[in-house]
């Protein structure tokens, strides 16, 4: 990869950006505050853009360039719809001072958003019945997971709902990084189960074993993952080790907490590009944080009975 040295000079008369503000997410914060560094384009595509800022900051180093009615990733700014020019510059791309520049844009953030939804406490059986709506929605969507019938995702489930921590590290190697595209099946699949281990699974008493094991596949996901996965992929899986979420996947996530409702936004998710992997995801990690709470609650039954 090639990456320039310092930032970009001022664009070409005839070529001056087209100025629009920006709601950015927090993931970003200190890579968009920061001091102004140079990046590089990814992908530039009619949905979004990709833009990378190598290994000068810590993860995410990608930022996802995204119009209101797109997927909101969770390293996101939102900005209104825009046309991209039919030659973009990779090298022409910079970010800090609140602002970032690319494909002809000149993005001002304006407002940020949080891609860490919070839970109060949580009952099992609320959560039960909402694993249970979302695993049925996703049973009827008509987009199936991009890895669907293949034995990794399969083994990952069984994995982690019987608390197999060697067995959950190696099915979650196997799987990053696993599929084509810029955020590939595996990647999205690990990202909800994660999420639904740390951020479900820490919300219900006796969860703190859901925790215990997002805390491991986390540090597996995420260990190499610049040269495991793609450079998106790999943001990602540190955005979902950390809590954070596409808002799509945040809103399901408070509708299967009975915080919110549930169909609409499953349906909105399973509808997007990575919605079938990463509701696949939610639903596997929902169900392990579930048998994990009960069979560390007969442990602890078990032991006070003992003494």
């Known amino acids: 990869m090639v990456y320039v040295s310092g930032p970009p000079g001022p664009p070409p008369a005839g070529d001056t950006p087209t100025a629009t503000a920006g709601v950015a997410s927090l993931a970003v ?85 949080d891609p860490s939804p919070v839970f109060g406490p ?79 699974g820490g919300a219900i008493s006796g969860g703190t074993r859901a925790v215990w094991l997002a805390n491991w596949l986390s540090a597996s996901a995420t260990c190499y993952a610049g040269q495991r996965t793609t450079a998106l992929g790999a943001s990602l899986l540190h955005c979902a080790a950390n809590g954070q979420a596409a808002a799509e996947v945040s809103a399901v996530l408070l509708g299967m907490a009975g915080q919110e409702p549930l169909e609409p936004p499953a349906a909105r998710l399973l509808a997007a590009v990575p919605g079938a992997d990463l509701a696949w995801g939610l639903v596997a990690g929902c169900r392990a944080a579930l048998l994990l709470s009960v069979s560390l609650g007969r442990d602890h039954s078990a032991y006070r009975a003992a003494v």
Do not use: K
């Open 122 to 200: 949580l009952s099992r059986a609320r959560l039960d019945y909402g694993y249970g709506v979302l695993a049925r929605l996703c049973a009827a969507a008509e987009q199936a997971p991009g890895l669907a019938g293949q034995d990794g995702p399969a083994q990952l489930a069984a994995c982690c709902a019987s608390g197999d921590l060697a067995g959950a590290v190696e099915a979650t190697e196997r799987l990053v990084g696993l599929g084509p595209g810029l955020i590939p099946s595996g990647d999205s699949m690990v990202s909800g189960v994660l999420l639904a281990l740390r951020l479900l």
């Open 29 to 113: 914060r200190d890579l968009v505050r920061g001091a102004r560094r140079p990046g590089r384009v990814l992908a530039a595509l009619p949905h979004a853009l990709y833009l990378e800022f190598a290994d000068t900051v810590p993860e995410p180093r990608v930022i996802a360039i995204s119009p209101p009615d797109a997927i909101r990733l969770p390293n996101a700014i939102i900005t209104g719809p825009w046309e991209v020019p039919p030659a973009v510059d990779a090298e022409q791309c910079w970010a800090g001072g609140d602002r970032v520049m690319a494909c002809g844009l000149d993005i001002r953030i304006v407002r940020w958003w």
